[in-house]
């Protein structure tokens, strides 16, 4: 069953065909990290003007890239929350639009268990991913499941496909937007995450101590304090007070200051994110543990889940990390073997759709 998936919840207008929620035939992604550089983060006006651009293109791309024709697409599933109401709206409008004039069922898919799915692609059939990346780990139930990307972050239990617990979530900034917010106090390009990951390879990550949340549920997460302390500190070291503009601080740090910043903070936010993940596979003893969402891309994680575990966890290719159309056609495909499809002509968006 070949399935055609749509996302444009952020500022990634993706496009992608996935066979059986396997297999990938292509998954085209037109990213808008350079429109929204300059301003050092997403402007949403920005990114669903860009969606309408680009869009009837990537979806032709898909199809040429997979050497297919709308006949041989058997479905269409789109993101229709959470994200940005302005490009989410792009990606369901083509998908209600394609699904009535080519005649497709249509399916739903929430944009962060999409992220999941990623890791039910078998990327090892594409050449050039195969290349890049060192074998692929084909997830099994029960799972432990870390997303964590700019909008979320997310600690879930899936029992199967489609029976799952959320053991804990964010009650405040995502960790990805932690990344990004710190990255623009210290003067990194957007997004933040990979900026700090590069600049962290030159720093003492023990350089400064930053504090950790504690939370209620053990579970649960919390950024916003510890991006916060990180601001205190970086105004300590340039000698400012609170009120000091903070887009004026950047310019005042040294390099190695910004370094030893980048490299403290990351081991932070991360130690958080591994310890939490240890202590549900110690607790749910499951048999994979995979880690999804742009944040999964950062190596330093990567390397310490998987020091910190028994057993190997299970992550996507970078391109598969940060988001793409592939995800949401994986997971599209196992909700088409569950469910009945929505009616295109009445789907709305829903920029804060519960899981
Ligand atoms: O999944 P994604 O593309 O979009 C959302 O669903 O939010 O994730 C984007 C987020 C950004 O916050 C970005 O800074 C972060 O993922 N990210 C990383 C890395 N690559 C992307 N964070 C840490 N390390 C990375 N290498
Ligand atoms: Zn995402």
Not at 85 to 95: H, K, M, Q, R, W
Not at 98 to 114: D, E, R
Request: negative net charge.
């Amino acid at each position: 069953m070949n399935i055609l998936g749509i996302e444009t919840s952020c500022d990634e207008n993706s496009v992608a065909i996935v066979q059986d929620g396997r297999k990938l035939l292509s998954n085209v992604v037109y990213s808008q990290v350079d429109l929204h550089k300059i301003y050092g983060g997403v402007v949403p006006e920005v990114a669903a003007r860009s969606h309408i651009e680009v869009m009837i293109p990537t979806v032709q791309e898909a199809l040429d890239v997979a050497r297919l024709q709308w006949k041989d697409i058997d479905a269409i599933a789109v993101t229709n929350g959470p994200g940005l109401g302005g490009s989410l709206l792009i990606g369901v409008l083509t998908a209600r639009t394609l699904a009535l004039i080519k005649n497709k069922p249509l399916y739903t898919v929430h944009h962060a268990m999409g992220h999941i799915y990623a890791n039910f692609i078998d990327w090892t059939q594409n050449e050039k991913m195969k290349m890049a990346n060192d074998g692929w780990l084909e997830p099994r139930f029960p799972i432990v499941a870390l997303i964590v990307s700019g909008g979320h972050s997310h600690l879930l239990l899936l029992r199967n496909h489609f029976d799952y617990e959320i053991l804990g979530q964010t009650r405040d900034d995502a960790v990805g937007e932690a990344f990004d917010k710190v990255a623009k106090v210290i003067g990194l390009p957007y997004p933040g995450g990979p900026s700090i990951e590069r600049t962290a390879l030159q720093g003492n990550p023990r350089a400064i101590r930053l504090p950790k949340a504690k939370m209620a549920n053990k579970y649960d997460f919390s950024f916003s304090g510890l991006k916060t302390a990180v601001l205190r500190t970086v105004q300590d070291i340039c000698g400012v007070s609170y009120d000091f503009p903070s887009f004026k601080l950047a310019e005042r740090l040294t390099d190695a200051q910004r370094a030893d910043i980048a490299a403290s903070f990351q081991h932070v936010a991360l130690e958080i994110l591994v310890d939490k993940t240890v202590m549900a596979y110690a607790e749910f003893g499951t048999a994979s543990v995979i880690i999804a969402g742009g944040v999964a891309a950062n190596m330093e994680l990567r390397q310490k889940l998987s020091a910190a575990l028994p057993i190997k966890i299970s992550y996507a290719p970078m391109s598969l990390c940060t988001d793409n159309g592939a995800m949401i056609a994986a997971l599209g495909y196992y909700k088409s073997q569950i469910s009945t499809p929505v009616d295109p002509l009445f789907l709305e968006v829903d920029p804060s759709l519960q899981m």
